[in-house]
């Protein structure tokens, strides 16, 4: 036997076997620590939940029904359940007044779960550190007000009247009518004037450019992946789209989307400096007013506003098209609901197509305000928990 100065053994076996046992021993502390120790562990839960994260990570990547799981733990344990060792899930709406706060009231940090492997961990909606979003946050709400949006109306207008063109050119031709691929486009183009300044005209595209939607999709697809698998993003960076078409249509998709996003920087920052600083032509969107801002120099990066482009982007296109063909459908699908609404709807809609509505007269419409909120209760737009943790 090969022995060293102080007497251990130098073979190759010899240290993989003590390497081998440090590992199971640090990973049987850090179950014990888990079950027993962590400040979590009086919470009710499946002890394997709460002794390793690949429980989490199996459900996700099996059926990608993790939600439904944690709904059944809810049934089984109570109101509160310990889901994986880090992280616990409240069912009580009465909590959620506590949780959610001003931040003047107290401060809380978000926890940064999948959203890094989406490639937005430092957008304006996923800055984990509570006085960095405060931060971004006051420079842009402006954006988010009922003055912007009643800015846009006219953007809307016209969105509005383009679908309504083409769904009258399809009508009664027999041809299938994807309204999810119709309002991805609506939405696509909308959502890139607001944060843009300038549509890409996807609703002029034939057929609804399945493409775009099919882009969508990818994000939603990777969300299992790249919540248990961050670095997964990073790598297909370096792939060529064209190997990802070859190998998964919807990888393509969200790599696709993530280069549409940066394209939108690029252009946006070569026009701005093209612009002399007193053009009184320039555009006006949230990543305009961003870099003409006093925001520090950091925050203007091109790689961070690529990630909030990406986030704006992916936000404001798949939730609300979701949302949108969820309650359209439904209204479809209950021919009394339909009559009731187009019954409402007659009286602000009867000058139409001469004229479009105005977001103040529908409004006025009850029963088009509670279609639209029991479609925002039904939907299930996020993919992701709203994760909270307290910094006080």
Known sequence: ?????????????????????????????????????????????????????????????????????????????????????????????????????????????????????????????????????????????????????????????????????????????GQVIHLDHAFSCVTGDLAAQFACGESPELIEEFEFNPEWHNSLMGILTMVPYVRNFPWINNVMRLVPVWVLKALNPELAGFRIFHLFSEGRIEAIKREMNDQSKDDENTKSSIFHHILRSDLPEAEKATDRLNREAFALLAAGTITTAGTMTLITYFVLENPNIEKRLRQDLHQVTACYPETVPRWADLEKVPFLTACIKEGLRYVCNSPDEFDESEAE
């Not at 993989?16 to 009086?42: D, E, G, N, Q, T």
């Open 1 to 173: 036997m090969e022995k060293g100065a102080e007497g251990f053994s130098t073979r190759p076996r010899d240290f993989v076997c003590l390497l081998l046992a440090a590992v199971i021993a640090h990973r049987i502390s850090l179950i014990v620590y888990r079950l027993y120790l962590s400040p979590l562990a009086k919470f009710p839960g499946p002890k394997i939940a709460a002794a390793t994260s690949w429980y989490e990570s199996f459900w996700d990547l099996w059926n990608a029904q993790f939600p439904e799981v944690v709904k059944n733990m809810h049934e089984k344990y109570g109101p509160i359940v310990r889901i994986n060792p880090r992280e616990l899930v409240i069912q009580d709406a009465d909590f959620y007044s506590q949780l959610y706060v001003p931040g003047g009231k107290r401060r809380t940090h978000t926890i940064m779960g999948m959203r890094a492997g989406l490639g937005m961990s430092d957008a304006i909606a996923t800055t984990s550190q509570h006085e960095l979003h405060h931060m971004r946050r006051k420079a842009v709400e402006g954006f988010f007000s009922k003055q912007s949006v009643t800015r846009m109306e006219s953007r809307i207008h016209h969105e509005a009247r383009r679908l309504d063109e083409k769904l009258r050119q399809l009508s009664g031709n």
